[in-house]
Every structure is written in structure tokens, then in C-alpha cells.
């Protein structure tokens, strides 16, 4: 799969901006401030149908203006997709598959796919478990409808039954929720524990292909072993903290490093390694299943890695296209230069 252009209009900084992309690396860049993760985060809604750093879509709209229109059109194996969305003020985001308005983001899922990487993503291993279960969140909910929807079905019933945790204290009625709680919690954690039952394989073979085969990395998923069980084992406690303190809302994923936990005891060079081999692992994860590979999207990434692992990166991602931002042009694919809200070749 790749993206062929990119059009923006009143997006963030960008007035009118059109991009033709090529299939390997292309290059945004320029100095702060001037668009360069704007476009980015274009692609980036074009493909989950949301912002990578605003959850507010009218956030994205051109300060002023009323309107902003996103346009990606991509080439799959069997054919090519047009992606238009546009975002208005005070606005429901209207979004079009080849001219064909959708009714739910979900439609939007899977038609292009892309892995956003930041320097963020390189703290991934020692954030916090909420980074890491928006980690598997938004790479399922890519790849796996079902588990789009079981997702905000999920987070839906546990806001009612956290509001009601607010303000009362009969435990008797919370098996109102309990019972859609654990419906849609036990789908959430079967698809969360295939996933990275699936990826590990590949994070091994990265990680040794990064550390020379030195260190042995695994991942464990961690969650609650009996649902339904520990939801109403909890009630009490839930009620005198007015919060639901069980369930997928809380799970974590442990990473190791022959035997020793990442998390706590890692080095700094020993976290990034990891969130490293994470990452490449999901482009290879993400090509097995759905048979297309995914557009990865580095924003910033290459001035904080070392030039080891900025060539090995490199190679990771040669039958990959890449969109790159930089602040210093490296010596390799399409350069565009981004200056206060316009890109050039
Ligand atoms: N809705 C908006 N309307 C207009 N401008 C916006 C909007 N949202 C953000 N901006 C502006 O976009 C500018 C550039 O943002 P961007 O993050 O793309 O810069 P960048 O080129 O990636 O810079 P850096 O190298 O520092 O990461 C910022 O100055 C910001 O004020
Ligand atoms: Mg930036």
C-alpha cells in the first residue's frame, strides 16, 4: 500500500498544501514550527480518522476559517482509494471513501494503514500502561473491526458505570452494566491477548536484529485472568472509590530483557532499543495480516537515535514508504520543504 498525494486545505498551518509521494522515503523538511507534523497528521487522520495529537477535530481546522478538507488517495494491491474528510467548527467530521460519504469511522478502518512514530513511541516501553494499551488500541482497532466497536461499546458502559460510581452506593445495581461490561471487556482482552501473542515473534527477531542477538526480549500481556469474577469481587472497593478498578481499562503489557523487567530496570538505551523493535515489529505484523504494507509515518525520530540505529532503521524500512520529518535533510529519498504552512520539492 502507498500513498501517491496528500492534499490540505485549511488544515492546522496549511492553507493549500498538495504533496505527490513517492513509494519509498520522503522527507518533510524544515525548521520548527513550519508544518512539518501537520502534514503528517493529515495522513495520519486520513487512515484512523482522527487527530494524532487532538482528540478535537475542530482543533485542526486553520485558526479563522470554518472548514478543513483532508484528501489522500492511495494504491492497494487491488486498486486505489480516495479518502476525503472534512472537519468543520461545531461540525460531525464528514468522511468519503471514492466519493462515498460513510456513516460510521469504523468504514474508515483498514482502508489505509499507517504506524506513527515519534519520539513518544520511544518512551512507549517506560510510559505509563495507558500508553501502551493506546499502543494496542489503536494497531487493533487498524486491523479488526470487531474490536473497533467492542472498544467503544466498552468505554462507553464504563463511563455510565463510572458516573454512577460518582454518586451512589447500591452495589446491586451495578450489574446493570456489569453484564455488557463483561461482554464486550472478554472480547477486548481475547483480541488483545492474540495480538501480542502474534507480534512477539516478531519484536524477537527485531530485537536481536538491533542488539547483535545479545538479549532475549519478551511480552506479556497482563489483565485480569476471571472478568466477571473479579468485577463483582471488586464492587465494594469500587463503590468507595467511585471508580471501576477492574477490567481492560487497566491491563499493561510486561517487556523483559532476559528475564528483567524493561519497565523498571531498563537503561535508556535498553527502553528505546525495545520501543524500536516494537515498532519495525508492527510494520511486519501488520503486512502478515492484512497482505498490504503499512505507511509508516516518522515524526522527529532520527535526531533521537543514535547513527547505529539510524542505519539499521533504515534498512529495516527499505521496501516500506515512509514520510520522515526532519529538521536537517538527510542524504536519502523525496525532499519537500516545509516553510510556514506551504511544502516544496
Ligand atoms: N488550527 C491551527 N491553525 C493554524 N495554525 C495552527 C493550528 N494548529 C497548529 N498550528 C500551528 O502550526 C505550526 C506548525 O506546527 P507543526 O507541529 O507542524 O510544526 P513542525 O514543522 O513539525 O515543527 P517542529 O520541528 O518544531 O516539530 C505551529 O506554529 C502551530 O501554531
Ligand atoms: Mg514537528
Known sequence: MRITQ???????????????????VNVLVGQNAQGKTNLLEAIYLACVGRGWRTTRDSEMVQFGQERALVQVSAVKNFG??????????????????????IAKVAEL??????IF????????????????????NIDLSQIDKTYFY????????????NAYLKTNNNPRELSIWDEQLITQGKIIIAKRQAFIQKLTPYVVAKHQ???????????????CTDLAQELSAARERDLRLHTTTVGPHRDDIAIAING?????????????????SIK???????????????????????????????ARLLKAITNTQAVITATDAPAIGKIFTVKNGTARL
Do not use: W
Open 6 to 24: 496528500l492534499t490540505v486545505d485549511n488544515f492546522r498551518n496549511h492553507k493549500h498544501t498538495t504533496l505527490q509521494l513517492d513509494t519509498g
Open 80 to 101: 486505489t482509494v480516495e479518502i476525503a474528510i472534512q472537519l468543520g467548527l461545531g461540525l460531525k467530521k464528514s468522511i468519503a471513501i471514492n466519493r462515498v460519504p
Open 109 to 114: 478502518m483498514g482502508q489505509i494503514n499507517c
Open 117 to 136: 512514530f515519534s519520539p513518544d513511541e520511544l518512551k512507549l516501553v517506560k510510559e505509563t500502561p495507558a500508553d501502551r494499551r493506546r499502543f494496542m
Open 150 to 161: 467492542a472498544l467503544a461499546r466498552y468505554n462507553k458502559i464504563l463511563q455510565q458505570r
Open 209 to 223: 536484529e538491533l542488539t547483535g542477538g545479545n538479549e532475549t526480549i519478551t511480552l506479556t500481556y497482563e489483565t
Open 260 to 276: 528483567q523487567d524493561v519497565r523498571i530496570y531498563g537503561s535508556q538505551g535498553q527502553q528505546r532499543t525495545a520501543a524500536l
Open 280 to 310: 519495525l515489529a508492527e510494520l511486519d505484523l501488520f503486512t502478515a495480516i492484512t497482505g498490504e504494507r503499512p505507511i509508516l509515518l516518522l515524526d522527529d525520530v532520527f535526531s533521537e537515535l543514535d547513527s547505529n540505529r539510524q
